[in-house]
């Protein structure tokens, strides 16, 4: 992952293109297109991220599926708007893409370093397997005034700490994108398949911390850990 000392938003993603590009939309007379990029876990599963790519990046034409690329750049959100309402749409915008030979060289395919605030009051969980978990809400500043919405999910000791966290708190995480499929049931018995985005925390650090009991308490989780969460949540 390149190192950027004041950046607040840094993501490095390693992976086969998974879908044809498709236009997204224009600005300035740039235009901006959305790939998916299929991401392999340690569990021999894959996480499926979309991609936006500015055509003054590279020769768009190039970016074809099963191609292996490597993309350095920010996890955003932006408001989608349809006929049924907003949806928060989550993105990796890309900021530089080098194509490879084979992620599988890739020592750790997916990261993200975020720093940013509680903007919304955690809500602490169980899985019906015993998993504790924590469901954050970050608001990441970006120029211009405007900021970025990154769902979050810490587990374990994390989860624990985490749900003490108060709307506003300033917070740094490390961990990895991950795309969730699950089943939304509405009130007519009707079931739709949906996906949902969320950054995965492995570590986290609250900035100013002077106690060492405290400090220790939010250490990266263990390896073990770590690999549960691939686990499908309910």
Request: negative net charge; glycine residues 4%; contains cysteine.
């Amino acid at each position: 992952m390149s190192e950027y000392t004041i950046d607040n938003n840094i993501a490095s993603l390693a992976g086969e293109i998974a879908s044809e590009l498709k236009f997204s939309h224009e600005i300035y007379s740039e235009s901006f297109y959305n790939f998916f990029l299929r991401i392999p876990r340690l569990s021999s599963s894959y996480d499926t991220i979309l991609i936006t790519v500015s055509d003054r990046l590279l020769d768009i034409h190039t970016l074809t599926p099963g191609k292996q690329i490597l993309v350095d750049g920010q996890f955003r959100s932006y408001n989608n708007m349809n006929p049924y309402g907003s949806k928060l749409l989550l993105t990796l915008f890309a900021r530089e893409i080098e194509f490879i030979n084979d992620y599988n060289e890739i020592k750790n395919p997916n990261q993200i370093y975020l720093c940013g605030f509680i903007c919304k009051k955690p809500v602490y969980r169980t899985t019906p397997f015993g998993r504790e978990i924590t469901d954050l809400l970050l608001a990441i500043n970006r120029p211009y005034n405007k900021s970025d919405y990154i769902p979050c999910i810490a587990w374990g000791r994390n989860a624990r700490y985490s749900r003490r966290l108060k709307v506003g708190d300033n917070i740094r995480i490390w961990g990895r994108i991950q795309s969730r499929d699950y089943q939304k049931k509405y009130d007519d018995g009707t079931v739709e398949n949906k996906t949902a985005y969320e950054v995965s925390v492995t570590k986290m650090e609250i900035p100013n911390i002077n106690n060492m009991e405290e400090r220790q308490e939010i250490q990266e989780i263990e390896d073990d850990d770590n690999n549960n969460q691939d686990q499908v949540l309910s």
